[in-house]
């Protein structure tokens, strides 16, 4: 039977510190946020993930933030090299937990590239080119993924911190996907569900088994998504959410057998 894992780590005291790119600094409840992601964790536990917790890194603002660290895939697990110089020293301490899961590679040189600006959907990767992430690191990605059979599908993200701000897996066969953040016709052949246009933050969800983890302050779209029959979980992330969080950013995801 398949396992399924959920890599987080623990938010860190120093969160009120953490990288901004498109929010402005605003202070942040770090107990409230603390909450909210134990809150967090218990509904990746009640989708049927195992909590892997990883060891908590305080001198490091954007820790909790673990997604960005890995693209995890069944094959293998590529250890990334964000684009923020800051958060580079959280990659080692993610690629030591995957690799007793499965062999992990990683990017080298003037290869950036952040686990949030990729969207695995079945043999291909769409690959964000933010901030964040640069063509040399989907040239690497790529590099890694091909033999596996992998496609890489680059995207132009300027809107949005990342790509899956902007678009995510939400159903089977569904995306949910702000057309403002990013164009739609790469993803022609998934069924669509446009967000709120009061909610341009609401494409991030988290689909883990038959439960997709939404943030509950985007209700509309949220309906938007039950109205196709996808079981939603909502989350209050909202403190998380002053540092760019979304809910996908705060789990690494690892299925194994």
């Given at each position: 039977m398949t396992r399924t894992l959920a890599l987080t780590r623990a938010v860190p005291e120093s969160l009120a510190r953490c990288e901004l790119t498109h929010l402005a600094r605003t202070p942040i409840d770090l107990a409230r946020a603390r909450a909210q992601h134990t809150a967090y964790e218990h509904a990746l536990a009640v989708a049927g993930c195992e909590l892997v917790r990883l060891p908590e890194l305080p001198e490091f603002?954007?820790?909790v933030f673990v997604e960005d660290c890995a693209v995890v895939l069944d094959e293998l697990a590529i250890a990334?090299?964000?684009g923020a110089l800051s958060?580079?020293?959280e990659v080692e301490s993610v690629a030591a937990a995957l690799g007793a899961q499965r062999?992990?590679?990683?990017?080298?040189g003037d290869a950036t590239l952040d686990g949030g600006d990729v969207l695995a959907l079945e043999r291909t990767l769409f690959v964000g080119l933010s901030r964040r992430t640069n063509a040399e690191g989907a040239r690497q990605l790529h590099a890694l993924t091909a033999p596996f059979g992998y496609a890489i599908v680059p995207l132009a993200v300027e809107s949005a911190l990342h790509l899956k701000t902007a678009v995510t897996r939400a159903g089977e066969r569904t995306l949910v996907v702000n057309p403002q953040w990013v164009e739609t016709r790469s993803f022609a052949s998934w069924e669509r569900?446009?967000?709120?246009?009061?909610e341009p933050f609401a494409a991030?969800?988290?689909r883990v088994r038959d439960t997709t983890i939404c943030a509950a302050a985007f209700s509309r779209t949220n309906?938007?998504?039950r109205a196709r029959g996808i079981a939603v979980n909502a989350v209050d992330v909202s403190e998380l959410a002053k540092a760019e969080a979304g809910v996908t950013c705060c789990a690494l995801i690892a299925s194994l057998g």
């Open positions: 603002a954007d820790s990334t090299r964000p958060r580079r020293g062999e992990v590679r990683s990017l080298t569900i446009e967000v709120d246009a009061r991030n969800v988290l309906d938007r998504l």
